[in-house]
């Protein structure tokens, strides 16, 4: 018999968003991919980092990536030892629950938000606690004092789209025993983040990843800002050559490129208003995002019927079965012509 332990053995595991084997022939948003290529830059750094035979991979790359580290303090505006990268977000996350819950110890999440952190309590072996949302966008039955070891929050929610307000984050952060984790997957495109809280609070830890903003989901790289003994220890068990050559060259020139990034988001953002008026126009209830997706549910509240039907036209859009969700559908932003032609596909469907 194969000795698996139990709690691997009985768990589900994280299913992403599906990634057809014909992307080019689909209008692709279910993953909330940017639909514009990253900056120049990156591709003239990947290059450069490459050169003419490649020989420069077979040396591993910086174990510390302690230049990208210096990069994205200085755009921050905080000392590098403040600041650790990743192999996507998804490490850092991964690496704060074994940092601070052991087997048995609570994580606590919003429920509905992104569901991965549950699957990462489970190969942890830590208990998983889920709160609700209020119709005000406040977190249901959160305790005066919250006594888990890490509480994830999504903000701007994923697959929702709203951020939630500074002072309120300000809040759960006193009221949190243990280490809060604002989740910032989304943040360049929101009106506002939470950075400021991680100098406010030593349990603050933010997370963020190039991955959606940046245009670098294939790349996966990621980084978290917190307080530095904090980041000592994600240094501890991280895995030790974590980025390789060029991913840590791409990201360096992502992070300095900021006129290419805000000219991106401002074309998502501007795209993501004008699609929402359009839904809402054809009898669609949209909930306000700040992200780069919209969760939108039809007049009959049927979201997979209406998924069923885009995605006979080719037009992939992310359905949860989950009951809380089943009613709607979140759609990524792409560009303003993907987004016509879905539109196009919805008033079709009907």
């Known amino acids: 018999m194969i ?6 053995a009985s768990m589900k595991g994280y299913i992403p968003g599906y990634q057809p084997p014909d992307i080019a022939s689909w209008i692709k948003l279910n993953t909330n991919e940017n639909p514009y290529p990253p900056s120049p830059e990156v591709v003239k750094a990947i290059l450069e980092e490459l050169g003419p035979d490649g020989a420069a991979l077979r040396i591993y790359p910086s174990a510390s990536s302690q230049k990208l580290r210096e990069v994205a303090g200085e755009l921050y505006g905080f000392d590098p030892s ?13 690496n704060l629950i074994r940092a601070f819950a052991a087997e048995g110890e609570e ?3 919003v429920h509905p938000s992104y569901s991965y952190y549950g699957t990462l309590a489970e190969v942890q072996g830590a208990r998983v606690r889920t709160f609700g949302l209020t119709g005000d966008f406040r977190i249901a039955g959160f305790p005066e004092r919250y006594e888990g070891k890490v509480f994830f929050l999504t903000t701007p929610n994923a697959p929702l789209g709203p951020s939630f307000p500074l002072e309120y984050i300000d809040e759960l ?5 243990g280490m809060l984790v604002l989740d910032e997957t989304y943040a360049e495109f929101a009106e506002s983040n939470a950075l400021e809280l991680v100098r406010r609070h030593e349990n603050v830890v933010v997370t963020r990843t190039l991955s959606k903003s940046y245009s670098l989901a294939g790349m996966r790289i990621g980084l978290a800002i917190a307080r530095p003994e904090v980041i000592a220890a994600l240094d501890k068990i991280r895995d030790h050559y974590n980025l390789d050559r060029l991913a840590q060259a791409a ?3 992502a992070l300095r490129d900021q006129a290419y990034l805000s000219e991106c988001c401002r074309r998502i953002r501007e795209t993501r208003e004008w699609f929402t008026t359009e839904l809402r126009s054809i009898g669609y209830d949209v909930i306000p995002s700040q992200g780069n997706y919209l969760f939108a549910t039809p007049p009959d509240r049927d979201g997979k019927r209406v998924y069923d039907g885009l995605y006979a036209r080719k037009v992939l859009v992310r359905h949860f079965s989950d009951p809380l969700l ?7 932003i792409g560009t303003r012509e993907e987004m016509e032609q879905t539109l196009a596909a919805l008033k079709e469907i009907g």
């Open 3 to 8: 000795p698996l332990r139990q709690n691997i």
């Open 82 to 94: 403040w600041i650790i990268m990743a192999n996507g977000s998804d490490e850092v996350l991964n």
């Open 107 to 109: 994580i606590g999440y």
């Open 173 to 177: 952060a006193r009221r949190c025993a």
């Open 251 to 253: 990201c360096v020139a």
């Open 326 to 332: 089943a009613h709607g559908m979140r759609i990524s």
